[in-house]
C-alpha cells in the first residue's frame, strides 16, 4: 500500500449547491434501540468524525436488507458494530482527508447497479452517470480497480449501488476488513440534473466506500456554510504535489454544483495516486 497522507482543498462556488443527501429527505428511525448517545458522538469525534448533525437511519444493505445506522455528515451511513470496530491507528488521515479504514490493494472491486423495473432500479441516467464514474476510476490505473455489471441479482457483489426516492444526493459508507463500504444509494432527485452530476455523486460516493471523507472538513465551504467537521486533535496531512488552499473543483467536496462533469481534477487523481 502507498504511503498515506493527506490534503485540505475546496472554495465557495456562486451555484445551485446540493449536500450529498438533503436532511429532510433522511429515512429517520423513531422505533430503533440504537441511540445517539453521548458514548457514539465521543467515538466519532476520536475518528475525526462531525458530530453536528449525528441522526439514525434506516440504512439498505447490499442484499436489500434494511439495517439500523447512525447517518454522520449528511451521507455516511454507519452501524453500531463498525463504529465499534473503527481505531485510529497512529492518528492518521489520508487522501484528502480519509477514514481511518482503506481497501486492501491490490483489489477489484465488483459494482452491481441494480436493474430492472422496481423502485430500486438505477435510471438511465444514473446508469450512465456510474458507468462514467467506473470508467474515471479505471483509467487511472490504480492498484484497486472496479467491474461493473447492471443486473437485478447482487450475487458477487463487493458494492451494489440502488436509487431510493430522495433529494438529488446519495448516500455511502466507510471500509472495514480491508474491503470496500458494500452498498451506494442514490437519491432520485438526482434524475434532474446532467449525466455529468450523476457521475460526480457516484464517484463521491464510491470515495467514501474507499475510504475518502470529504476534501472541505474544515469548513464545508462547498455548501455555503463555515463549519469545522473536526479533526480531534489527529491533524489533516497535505498529499505533496496537491495545494493546501481551497480547490473549488474537487470531487470530495462536501457539497456539489449542478454543472458537475463528474472529472476528477489534477489535484483529485495527484491524491488518488498517492493512496492507491
Known amino acids: 500500500m502507498k504511503k498515506i497522507k493527506a490534503i485540505l482543498a475546496l472554495s465557495f462556488m456562486a451555484l445551485v449547491l446540493v449536500s450529498c443527501n438533503k436532511e429532510e429527505e433522511t429515512v429517520q428511525s423513531n422505533d430503533s434501540s440504537?441511540?445517539?448517545t453521548p458514548e457514539v458522538l465521543n467515538k466519532l469525534r476520536s475518528l475525526s468524525l462531525n458530530t453536528s448533525d449525528v441522526q439514525v437511519i434506516?440504512?439498505?444493505?447490499?442484499?436489500?436488507?434494511?439495517?439500523?445506522?447512525?447517518?454522520?455528515?449528511?451521507?455516511?451511513?454507519?452501524?453500531?458494530?463498525?463504529?465499534?470496530?473503527m481505531d485510529l491507528h497512529g492518528g492518521i488521515t489520508t487522501e484528502q482527508y480519509r477514514t481511518t479504514n482503506l481497501v486492501s490493494a491490490p483489489k477489484t472491486i465488483r459494482v452491481?447497479?441494480?436493474?430492472?423495473?422496481?423502485?430500486?432500479?438505477?435510471?438511465?441516467?444514473?446508469?450512465?452517470?456510474?458507468?462514467?464514474?467506473?470508467?474515471?476510476?479505471?483509467?487511472?490505473?490504480l492498484s484497486i480497480n472496479?467491474?461493473?455489471t447492471f443486473s437485478s441479482s447482487t450475487s458477487g457483489a463487493n458494492i451494489v449501488v440502488r436509487r431510493q426516492t430522495g433529494s438529488a444526493g446519495g448516500v455511502a459508507g466507510f471500509p472495514s476488513g480491508g474491503n470496500p463500504y458494500n452498498s451506494v444509494t442514490l437519491y432520485s432527485g438526482l434524475e434532474s440534473y446532467s449525466t455529468g452530476v450523476n457521475a460526480h455523486v457516484a464517484a463521491h460516493e464510491i470515495g467514501h466506500c474507499i475510504g475518502l471523507r470529504h476534501t472541505d472538513w474544515f469548513s464545508r465551504q462547498s455548501c455555503g456554510q463555515n463549519s469545522n467537521e473536526g479533526t480531534a486533535g489527529v491533524g489533516a496531512i497535505l498529499i505533496p504535489g496537491t495545494p493546501s488552499g481551497y480547490d473549488a473543483t474537487s470531487y470530495?467536496?462536501?457539497?456539489?454544483?449542478?454543472?458537475?462533469?463528474?472529472?476528477?481534477?489534477?489535484?483529485?487523481?495527484?491524491?488518488?495516486?498517492?493512496?492507491?
Open 58 to 85: 434506516k440504512n439498505t444493505k447490499a442484499d436489500g436488507t434494511i439495517e439500523d445506522a447512525f447517518l454522520v455528515e449528511g451521507c455516511i451511513a454507519i452501524t453500531e458494530d463498525q463504529l465499534n470496530k
Open 112 to 141: 452491481v447497479g441494480l436493474s430492472g423495473t422496481g423502485t430500486t432500479a438505477l435510471t438511465t441516467n444514473m446508469r450512465a452517470g456510474l458507468q462514467a464514474a467506473i470508467n474515471r476510476y479505471n483509467n487511472l490505473g
Open 252 to 276: 470530495m467536496r462536501a457539497c456539489f454544483g449542478s454543472s458537475e462533469t463528474g472529472a476528477f481534477n489534477a489535484n483529485d487523481i495527484t491524491a488518488l495516486n498517492y493512496l492507491y
Open 146 to 148: 472496479f467491474t461493473l
Open 34 to 36: 440504537l441511540k445517539v
